[in-house]
């Protein structure tokens, strides 16, 4: 994959470096450097919330892998574990866990605030009509009280199998409220009540099924005139990666409508691929399910592969990889880029040396012209340039050629 299929990740401009007096700064040396990537390389937050409340110590290492690749953290908002006892939510541990990740640098979004799994017990005694009043006024509970730490959030997921879930003895609430509403009601409440919360905020329908089922939910959805922010695609895939084609057929098929795509929830695994005939992911968990060096060094070239097809498709804004660690991954798979005894993998590496190697600007020494000037060229996001201790801060915030921009040292 050539550099030509990443022109639309990739802006060029001119600084001109200006002292605090504001001269440009002739014929000097300075050093400019990439900060942050516009870009959204995500992980989910959820094994990091005891250590953001001061809990536990036993992550700090690994966070700094975190932190070393990811810039996007997913925190749990299950409803059942967020607010197992109706009255009582969650809301100050993953509130400083949220602010935890914002102040290393990290952009934070929420999942999700409607589903019908981990749909809690208490909702399931109360009549339909209360359920749809309790479930808006948790919305507007988590939206409104997040809105400064939480900027994106999965509205509602995986509607398509909604109205007929039904992997659980009784009906819970959330299946039964969208099975009498109708699945485009349904999304509708959420994301008109996430979007009266926080007008601002980034809201995706997110969905499992990648079949044609999901296409006729989302043109149903926007025909009915509901604002979907972005759309939200999964992709575990723990019974083999899709390869190239098929994932360029499914972001083509998607990006028809014209809206940002998320690949939300993405895994490959370090070990024995799950059997093809499973239809649910969740009826496949072995009791011991190791990582294996074959298996490591296949997920470190499809993880590669994997990337480069999503950042070379100029409809994905965000992917969010489920999981850095093997220990308490998803179904108990190996998927994670780090081993449970804390040691990287080499699909850790492979993606390390794209993020911040081959997509990053590392601090460069470049040549200020007569007038000031210096050419950047990066991959979108956040830049700094420097001179004799001061710090001028720019911005690549649009793919090809830029107007020439100022950087005042400070």
Not at 107 to 114: D, Y
Not at 301 to 330: K, N
Not at 363 to 388: C, I
Request: glycine share 8%.
């Amino acid at each position: 994959m050539t550099a030509s299929q990443f022109r639309h990740r990739i802006g060029d401009t001119v600084v001109t470096v200006l002292d605090d007096d504001g001269q440009p700064l002739a014929d000097r040396d300075v050093v400019v450097e990439q900060r942050a990537h516009a870009f959204g390389f995500g992980n989910i937050g959820f094994d990091y919330v005891p250590l953001a409340n001061g809990e536990s110590d036993a992550l700090h290492d690994q966070a700094a892998l975190w932190f070393d690749v990811f810039n996007t953290a997913t925190l749990p908002f299950y409803w059942s574990l967020f607010e197992p006892e109706r009255g009582r939510p969650d809301t100050e541990r993953l509130r400083r866990a949220a602010q935890w990740f914002a102040d290393h640098g990290a952009r934070v979004k929420g999942h999700p605030l409607v589903w019908h799994t981990l749909a809690p017990d208490w909702l399931r005694e109360l009549p339909t009509a209360e359920v749809e009043a309790t479930v808006r006024a948790r919305i507007r509970r988590e939206v409104t009280g997040f809105a400064d730490v939480v900027d994106t959030w999965d509205a509602i997921n995986e509607v398509v199998i909604m109205p007929v879930f039904s992997n659980e003895e009784q009906v819970n609430a959330i299946t039964r409220l969208a099975r009498e509403k109708g699945r485009i009601a349904t999304v509708r409440l959420a994301f008109e009540e996430a979007r009266a919360a926080n007008p601002g905020a980034t809201l995706l329908l997110n969905d499992f099924d990648m079949s044609t089922a999901y296409e006729c939910l989302i043109e149903g959805v926007l025909e009915a005139g509901i604002r979907i922010d972005a759309l939200g695609l999964q992709s575990h895939m723990h019974q083999g990666y899709w390869g190239e084609d098929r994932t360029l057929e499914v972001l083509d098929r998607f990006a028809r409508y014209g809206l940002p795509l998320h690949m939300t929830e993405t895994t490959l695994v370090s070990g024995d691929l799950m059997p093809p005939d499973i239809d649910d992911l969740n009826d496949h968990q072995p009791a011991s399910w190791p990582s294996t060096p074959e298996g490591e060094a296949r997920q470190a070239d499809e993880i590669e592969r994997h990337y480069r097809t999503l950042l070379a498709h100029p409809s994905v804004q965000a992917v969010t990889y489920w999981g850095l660690s093997d220990e308490g991954a998803w179904l108990g798979a190996p998927a994670g880029l780090v081993r449970a005894d804390g040691t990287p993998k080499p699909a850790y590496d492979a993606l390390r040396t794209l993020v911040k190697g081959e997509w990053w600007l590392p601090p460069t020494t470049l040549r200020t012209d007569h007038a000031g000037r210096v050419e950047v060229r990066g991959f979108l996001g956040d830049y700094q340039v420097h001179h004799a201790g001061r710090t001028a801060s720019f911005t690549l915030a649009t793919a090809g050629r830029l107007d020439h921009v100022k950087g005042v040292l400070r």
